[in-house]
């Protein structure tokens, strides 16, 4: 079985720091895993994705996060927060045809 | 650019309505995804479909049914709507590749139509 936890409903930051979005995955098997951003009143949309090549993975908008097998974590960071950033993001594992979201996680960004 | 067009954006409706949520791709992705999120709870599965007129149920699929007719359109309908339908629905469609180290099945999502239910 899959599953996904993300570890804070809430996060808030001040713009210009960093940002960690927490994520653990359970999977019986070698995961692939995503993370996705909602901004209001809007569908979710791909930030990136690890699929079993390079653990540290990438995204849009200087988002990057690490797939660290021995923890079962695949935590979401960014150097630095801009105003534009808040907004849900959902972590996700998936395996065959479904998909398993995490609850999600609110970003807040103060300026 | 894969596109994912749901009709509508926001609906209104009465208790026992018959409901209709429509959602066509243009990537001709064979599997397609109806979701619903609600705070605090996620997206939680409602149907999917992996081919024209195949169906199979998600998490939750009491007082919801689909219809795939066509490869482009999966069509979410509630049969009586009730309150506790009020929710935002999420259409999604994905392509599922096969590699050496297992399935890829990247989903690409609709803006959601936001539906309440009086």
């Known amino acids: 079985a899959q599953s996904v936890t993300q570890l804070d409903s809430h996060v808030s930051v001040s713009e210009g720091t960093p940002v960690l979005l927490r994520c653990n995955y359970s999977s019986s098997y070698s995961p692939s895993l995503f993370w996705y951003v909602q901004h209001p009143n809007k569908g979710l949309q791909l930030l990136l994705k690890?699929?079993?090549?390079?653990?540290l993975v990438k995204g849009i908008n200087g988002f990057e996060a690490e797939f660290k097998k021995s923890e079962t974590s695949f935590h979401l960071t960014k150097p630095s927060a801009h105003m534009s950033d808040a907004a849900e993001y959902f972590c996700?594992?998936?395996?065959?045809?479904?998909?398993?979201f995490g609850a999600g996680t609110r970003l807040f960004v103060k300026a | 650019d894969v596109k994912v067009t749901q009709s509508s954006r926001y609906l209104v409706k009465r208790t026992g309505e018959k409901v209709f949520l429509e959602c066509v791709q243009d990537m001709d992705h064979e599997n397609m995804f109806w979701y619903r999120q609600d705070p605090g709870l996620g997206l939680r599965l409602i149907y999917f479909?992996?081919?024209?007129?195949?169906?199979e149920k998600g998490d939750i699929p009491e007082g919801y049914s689909v219809s795939r007719e066509k490869k482009e359109r999966f069509s979410l309908i509630l049969e009586s709507a009730s309150t506790n339908q009020t929710s935002m629905y999420l259409c999604?469609?994905?392509?599922?590749?096969?590699?050496?180290?297992?399935?890829?099945?990247?989903?690409?999502f609709g803006a959601g139509t936001r539906l309440s239910v009086l």
């Open positions: 996700a594992v998936t395996g065959g045809f479904k998909t398993i």
């Open positions: 479909s992996y081919d024209v007129k195949m169906k």
């Open positions: 690890y699929t079993s090549a390079a653990t």
């Open positions: 999604a469609s994905s392509l599922l590749v096969q590699g050496a180290r297992g399935a890829k099945n990247i989903q690409y």
